[in-house]
């Protein structure tokens, strides 16, 4: 009973957060009635905010906004529709490009951190491909020591990039995206409370997604204990 409890405890930390912001998420992109999309408004508040270089289009790729590229993507559920949650997150991607305009560290942070990843990751591969052969030719217990630290560094550094991420996500959206929202008349003031929702939403999902890589660390350890 004890252990099923415990479960119950650790999914609902785990998905719970992811759970929610869709539901929020999916609520407020029901019902249309902005003179606009959400793609629109984004290309919008780039030229209002003098955002040079930064190019907003549709992407099979979901909402995000790539400071290499400079290039913001909405996905179609809100680049096409002319909802709440279409207008608040293409808000929050603008959030984003403000914060690469501006130079903002953890974002900039971020992105270096997200390639030292993909190189570890790449290198990682290549330990467990060639140190269990150097074991068994060189006869060395030492490379399966190699190999665990290898893979904790492989399961550690995603769990880094999530938990950089999440200042900018919160960044994003209320000290950018919801000063936007009030400062012109682009949403109805009674609108303003499931903004902030929609908004909590979008930085959610990276808390969900850090305490997921947390855990999976956690479990590791654990494992590598025994």
């Known amino acids: 009973m004890h252990l099923?409890?415990?479960a119950l405890l650790i999914?609902?930390?785990?998905?719970?957060?992811?759970?929610?912001?869709?539901?929020?998420?999916?609520?407020y992109n029901e019902k249309e009635y902005f003179s606009g999309t959400g793609l629109e408004?984004?290309?919008?508040?780039?030229?209002?905010?003098?955002?040079?270089?930064?190019?907003?289009?549709?992407?099979?790729?979901?909402?995000?906004?790539?400071?290499a590229e400079k290039r913001l993507g909405l996905g179609p559920s809100f680049a096409n529709r002319r909802s709440l949650s279409a207008v608040v997150v293409a808000?929050?991607?603008?959030?984003?490009?403000?914060?690469?305009?501006?130079?903002?560290?953890?974002?900039?942070?971020?992105?270096?951190?997200?390639?030292?990843?993909?190189?570890?990751?790449?290198?990682?591969?290549?330990?467990?491909?060639?140190?269990?052969?150097?074991?068994?030719?060189?006869?060395?217990p030492v490379m399966g020591a190699f190999m665990l630290v290898g893979a904790g560094v492989i399961l550690i550094m995603p769990l880094l990039v999530h938990l950089i991420t999440l200042p900018v996500e919160l960044d994003a959206s209320f000290n950018r995206a919801l000063p936007l929202l009030m400062s012109g008349p682009y949403i109805p003031e009674e609108d303003l409370p499931a903004a902030r929702k929609i908004l909590t939403a979008c930085a959610l999902t990276y808390v969900a997604s850090a305490l997921a890589g947390f855990f999976n660390v956690w479990r590791w350890a654990r494992m590598l204990r025994k």
């Open 91 to 140: 808000s929050h991607e603008v959030a984003h490009a403000l914060q690469d305009a501006k130079a903002y560290p953890p974002l900039s942070a971020r992105g270096r951190l997200i390639k030292l990843s993909e190189a570890v990751e790449r290198a990682g591969y290549l330990v467990f491909i060639i140190f269990p052969l150097m074991g068994v030719v060189l006869r060395a």
């Open 11 to 27: 999914l609902s930390i785990l998905y719970g957060p992811q759970l929610w912001a869709r539901h929020i998420l999916a609520r």
């Open 41 to 67: 408004f984004a290309r919008m508040l780039v030229g209002k905010l003098n955002l040079r270089g930064v190019q907003v289009d549709v992407s099979l790729s979901g909402d995000h906004y790539d400071p």
């Open 4 to 6: 099923l409890v415990i």
